[in-house]
């Protein structure tokens, strides 16, 4: 199924708009029907130096050095990066995926298994070649969504260096569900900050049960806990954390970021 389609899809538009939002945020209509779920899924880093065959990288060849560590970094990693890769992964759908708790079907070869979508994508420790746990022989055969519609109290904002066509220098994926103007249950993901789509389901927990004005800060703090710039995307971090404020509000209050227009709401 095409991004456009998807996007697009009655049933995906009604029950989990979040993601409709995330997709219509990334590449271009043109790109958009072209492009796959499965594609995106498995769509590989978005680097300079993993582009650049005469660089040093070890995600294309093992063992040459990290070219971003010292070099030009302004979109790279500021969380869960190794000493071997501090690339990010460039999917706004992902983000989407990860506070939906969506599900990788999965068949091989051998077997057939299902991959929770935060287990999916990896981080690059010692093996930054190694993207996903998709095995030799394998292929991806279906994403569930899992029936936990967050219909009313989403978002998906992105900031980026222009408004289309670009990669996300921090995105935000957040969806509520609340009762009487208190938090019941808040997920929220980050994008264009590490390897994979970043979630710390403990840091949730400082949301919930709390009024929807209260702690936005204290939790942008914990999901950002242990962040490091390296040089060029030190602006990252704090970008990041008022990211992370401007879109629980705009989830709790049920006012969305637009996709068309993109003004931060």
Known sequence: MTNADTAYHPEVTKHYPVLASAILAGASPQLRNAAT?????????????????????????????????????????????????IATHPSDM????????????????????VVAIGDYHRLPGDEPWRDTVLASGELVTGIELPDNSFTDRHTYLKLRDRLSYAFALVSVAVVMRMNGGVIEEARVALGGVAHKPWRKPDAEALLRGQPSDKKFTEFADAILAGATGQGEN????????????????????GTPQSQTDKRIA
Do not use: M, W
């Not at 995600?59 to 990693?77: D, L, M, Q, T």
């Not at 992902?94 to 298994?113: F, Q, T, W």
């Open 94 to 113: 992902c983000v989407a995926l990860a506070v939906l708790d969506a599900r990788v079907h999965l068949s091989g070869l051998k077997n057939d298994r």
């Open 234 to 253: 030190n602006f990252k971090i704090p970008l990041a954390r008022r990211a992370i404020v401007r879109a629980c509000h705009q989830a709790a209050n």
């Open 37 to 85: 779920a499965g594609g995106n899924l498995n769509q590989r880093t978005r680097c300079y130096y993993f582009y650049d065959a005469a660089a040093p990288c070890n995600k294309r060849r093992p063992g040459s050095g990290c070219g971003a560590i010292g070099g030009v970094n302004r979109h790279h990693a500021i969380l869960g990066a190794s000493e071997q890769c």
